[in-house]
């Protein structure tokens, strides 16, 4: 077990110096390389995996937390760490390591850009199937680690789906692989999957190994406007009754999406895309548009090319960090999806309750909400939202996980919401001392800490 209390600075330095290249390490900038509110002594900016472990290593020995960053866009999930030691610069960790567009796989290095692997795949007609909201400096690696998702998710799934290899750097300062290229079904214990939304918290991430899928030929996405969150609800039954094939089914509070021009005065959309041949999106639109006819509040719109990217932009932004994350609140709620307009319902309750502005989107099929509260400074008000909105979620069978707050926000209500005797976190927490006995990666931040 290593020590609890901070290495000093330079004894950490000079570690690090022995086993890494004389480039490596820096200093922290004061504005960019922040953690909630937390400024690291140290930042190392690797480009190697054995490189990565050695430096765990030496953190593990010294008793030094350590927090991953890639590109930095969701460094902000998480609670507020006690402290941070070193700044882990994965970034460096870029390359794309082997591609087989004829097997439809790919490995990459944990610090490869989404941005730039998707622009890859589209040369030869191939895309990856993962569409998180984010910056373009977004990394591979990171979006594992987090567990992000897009709007795609409704039809191939989160990253669990799409992982089939991991290479992950370890605190005894080994390297090890689990996984492959070849995408197959595993029986058993699937290591890899443990990784995938830990927060690193097992060991970081330095290479994924991906299953890609071929770019569809035509997309279109059918935008009906709704009244409400309980039409939206029956809208939604409609089209699950239905054999409607879709790459993705959201409902997006207007509001988000104000350059869009449809029908009506309506505060909410559902937003069905179809990807396929023509003649295929044709018909599965058709039925889209039968299925949700009866519960529309006006006429819809058909989108395609930069229309539909921007839509889809615009109706996902809840997903990606706020400009001002001191004055606002973001929380992603899970529950059943027939649960949706009842949560819905819930959140802009509360809100006007307390005085506060509430905008929301949800994945319809998945029930996994997210729900923004602005329009105060006050800590205290925005803790009250979250805890009233978390406790009408568990009542309905969900949970509610803070994505975005103010640092006194995330103290005060909890980031996780999740008992420590808990079976799941019990099981984690064992997982976490096997991997990481010393606890010094991401330290506080995850679920289990």
Request: aromatic residues 2%.
């Amino acid at each position: 077990m290593a020590p609890n209390h901070a290495p000093d600075p330079v004894e950490l330095q000079h570690a690090l110096a022995a086993e890494l290249p004389p480039d490596a390490l820096g200093r922290t900038d004061p504005e960019r390389d922040v953690v909630d509110g937390v400024r690291p002594a140290l930042r190392a900016r690797l480009d190697a995996p054995d490189a990565v472990a050695a430096t765990l290593a030496v953190c593990q020995r010294l008793g030094a937390v350590v927090v991953p960053r890639g590109g930095g866009t969701h460094l902000g999930i998480g609670a507020p760490p006690g402290r941070v030691d070193l700044l882990l610069d994965l970034s460096g960790l870029d390359e794309v390591i082997e591609y087989r567009p004829e097997d439809l796989t790919l490995a990459v290095a944990a610090g490869a850009r989404l941005a730039d692997v998707q622009t890859l795949l589209a040369e030869a007609g191939q895309m990856l199937a993962l569409d998180p909201a984010g910056a373009p400096a977004s990394t591979i690696g990171g979006l594992v680690a987090a567990d992000r998702s897009g709007p795609r998710r409704a039809g191939s799934g989160t990253s669990r789906d799409l992982v089939i290899g991991l290479e992950v750097a370890g605190v005894n300062g080994l390297v090890t692989r689990s996984g492959g290229m070849v995408v197959k079904n595993v029986t058993g214990y699937d290591l890899p999957k443990a990784h995938i939304g830990a927060l690193g918290t097992l060991g970081i991430i330095t290479r994924v190994n991906l299953k890609i899928t071929p770019r569809p030929s035509v997309e279109r996405t059918l935008v009906t406007p709704l009244a409400n969150p309980a039409a939206a609800g029956s809208a939604i039954g409609a089209v699950i009754d239905s054999p409607l094939a879709s790459s993705g089914i959201d409902l997006v509070q207007r509001r988000l999406t104000p350059d869009l021009d449809v029908g009506g005065r309506a505060a909410w959309l559902l937003a069905i895309r179809v990807a396929g041949t023509e003649g295929g999106v044709g018909a599965q639109l058709a039925m889209a548009t039968q299925s949700v006819a009866q519960h529309a509040d006006g006429v819809g719109v058909t989108l395609d090319g930069q229309a539909q990217e921007r839509f889809w932009s615009d109706a996902d932004a809840l997903a990606r960090p706020p400009d001002d994350p001191g004055s606002q609140t973001t929380c992603r709620l899970s529950a059943l999806s027939s649960q949706t307009p009842s949560l819905l319902g819930s959140a802009a309750e509360i809100g006007g309750d307390l005085g506060l502005r509430t905008v929301a989107s949800a994945r319809a099929l998945n029930g996994v909400l997210r729900v923004r509260a602005s329009g105060t400074d006050a800590a205290d008000v925005l803790t009250t939202f979250v805890q009233r909105l978390r406790a009408s979620a568990e009542r309905l069978g969900g949970a509610l996980v803070i994505e975005s707050a103010p640092v006194a926000v995330k103290q005060a209500a909890g980031v996780w919401g999740v008992a420590a005797d808990a079976p799941d976190v019990q099981a984690m927490d064992a997982l976490r001392s096997a991997f990481d006995p010393g606890r010094i990666i991401n330290r506080g931040r995850f679920v289990v800490t």
